[in-house]
């Protein structure tokens, strides 16, 4: 792709706004690059960019670089405008303020473009006081959501285990191992025990300092913390873990949840919370806010106790969420394994996933410091169908569904 950066751009603002550009450009003509280099001089906005190519190479950008504060794509020659805005709000980050340009002076299209997300449908040939009309106000501040592209955040994923070894941990990372990396998802994976957490071991990286700090003081969240002690995991993937000292306690402030998870749902697609059992106040908070709140268990006798003991953690769930029940190391037991049936009884929901036993990929990719997802095979096509539940995209795999 052809970039060309414009002048006043300040690459050292980069910092500042967590490597997220304030306004980005895919044009497909150079009157209409000149007439936005001109606008972008007079507004002084720095860290700015323009590229040539239309909305496909936007899309194809922004599926592994950050989504600017401001986007505008060019339309010119698109056959199905609205279908390729839909396309690009699955690789935009949320609250990214779109605007589009393109020959067709068609009110029929403004109006279906408008409803499909973007803030405004400019005609060509553009001129340098229109431009500037539209984008002045949105440099000047924060300013309200208007359309579904903008008032798009995140959602929660919330991760619990039934008891310890079911394996929570290794789907929680998967999964958004999988949403980043076959999706094109910016995932934040955030592992809430801080002393024996799993996550970060699971994924091979370091966990980055003052985390503890950001959870036992949330009035010192904000975007520019986060992102110092958020390690980053290929392209779309950002870790927020730590390996406390076990002969310490962590007071993690339950309300920390309540500033901490609004913002990350600004800046990524899917939040995935891999939960403590233990920690009761913490744990309920998480439950509370989650869209999606899945319980992982296992075939074992002390799985279906304790899977039946956290049950009313998921009961009466909220307009907006749902529940759904994991059923992990499935024909790990060749006998004595408790019925599915009878795990499905014990939590009070039917069962929406299974994830096979399957120790060639799982334990070796674990022991390897590698995602197990990564290679093909009943494991990975189990992570990739219960990402499709999640996104609510879900793909055929009659061997791991139930009542479908």
Known sequence: MNAITDPIDAPELAQGT???EHFTAFLVDEGSERVVRQCLHDLVVPFTSVHRGGISKAIEHLAVNRS?????????????????????????????????????????????????????YLVKPMTRTLLHNVLQPMFQGPAEPTGPLQQKVGKVVAVLGARGGVGATTVATNLAWYLSHRRSSRVALVDLDLVLGDAAL??????????????????????LFLDRVMTQ???????????????????????????????????FHYVILDLP????????????????????????????RDTHRFRPLFDAPKSGQRNLLVVNRIG????????????????????????????????ASANAGKIAALESGPFST???????????????????????
């Open 18 to 20: 967590a490597g997220r």
């Open 68 to 120: 600017p504060q401001v986007l505008l794509v060019d339309l010119t020659g698109t056959e199905l405008p609205a279908t390729e805005i839909h396309r690009l709000s699955e690789v935009c980050e949320p609250h990214t303020m779109v605007v589009a340009i393109g020959e067709r002076n068609d009110v029929g299209l403004y109006r279906d473009l408008v409803q499909s997300g973007v803030v405004d």
């Open 202 to 223: 699971l994924l091979d990286i370091k966990p980055a300092g003052g985390v503890r700090e950001v959870l036992e003081n949330p009035q010192r969240i904000d975007h």
């Open 233 to 267: 995991y290929g392209d779309r993937l950002f870790v927020l873990s730590a390996e406390e000292r076990v002969d310490q306690r962590v007071n993690i402030a339950p309300k920390a949840l309540d500033t901490l998870l609004p913002l990350l749902r600004q800046q």
């Open 277 to 304: 059992r233990t920690e009761v106040e913490l744990r309920e908070a998480a439950m509370e806010q989650a869209h999606m709140r899945l319980l992982v268990t296992d075939q074992t006798i002390r799985s279906i």
């Open 332 to 363: 790990e037991q060749s006998s004595g394994a408790i019925e599915l049936q009878a795990v499905g009884k014990a939590a009070g929901m039917s069962i929406d996933a299974k994830v096979p036993y399957h120790p060639k990929s799982v334990l």
């Open 382 to 404: 189990a992570i990739e169908g219960l990402a499709g539940e999640i996104t609510g995209s879900s793909v055929t795999k009659p061997w791991w569904k139930f009542g479908r």
